[in-house]
């Protein structure tokens, strides 16, 4: 299930952020992200993904959901 939001919930996640928020990201104060994907480079210690490549955010989730 993929949901959007819960961004507090104890839920394994994929922050999504763009630099044009002005927002923090959630990471690392967020236990949950297991990854971040981000039209830019982002400082992270969990693995960064290109937000506009859609395959291989695809293939990261279903390897963390153990799909592929």
């Known amino acids: 299930l993929i949901v959007e939001g819960f961004k507090h919930a104890p839920i394994p996640k994929l922050e999504v952020w763009r630099t044009q928020t002005g927002e923090a990201l959630l990471h690392p104060q967020d236990p949950h ?7 830019t480079q982002v400082e992270t210690t969990v ?16 390897k963390q959901l153990a799909l592929a």
């Open 47 to 62: 693995p960064l993904l290109d937000l506009n490549d859609d395959a291989g955010i695809a293939e990261f989730m279903l």
């Open 33 to 39: 992200v297991v990854a971040v994907a981000s039209d």
